[in-house]
């Protein structure tokens, strides 16, 4: 499976971005798709969560009525909608894929990784 994980850039505190995670190689219906994060010198952190078929998401609770992750099977994508964006939200988001039906919120379980996009909220 390949991701490509787009839709980032600069926004000040309180805007919004949508983050795309576009998916090739595999029957993408077939996997629970995830977001994470990574600020400078920080470990990976668990974002969003969807399950393969849509019906069950889960959030750290830091996003939680903030963000909102969706996936179109049709299309083969992830989204990761951002509203209210903070400073503290400011990092590289990734997305990654997991051949499962259920959300999986551990980075190392996750199968396949995307390259990662710039999210920065500046003050």
């Known amino acids: 499976v390949q991701l490509q994980a787009s839709g980032g850039g600069l926004v000040q505190a309180g805007g919004a971005l949508r983050l795309s995670c576009a ?20 470990e990976r952190e668990f974002v969003a969560a969807i399950s393969r078929s849509g019906g069950s998401t889960d959030y750290v609770e830091s996003v939680k009525g903030r963000f909102t992750i969706s996936r179109d099977n049709a299309k083969n994508t992830v989204y990761l909608q951002m509203n209210s964006l903070k400073p503290e939200d400011t990092a590289v988001y990734y997305c990654a894929s997991k051949y499962t039906r259920v959300v999986h919120t551990v980075p190392r379980e996750y199968d396949y990784w995307g390259q990662g996009t710039q999210v920065t909220v500046s003050s």
Do not use: I, N
């Open 23 to 42: 998916a090739s190689g595999r029957p993408f219906g077939l996997y629970a798709m995830g977001w994470f994060r990574q600020a400078p010198g920080k």
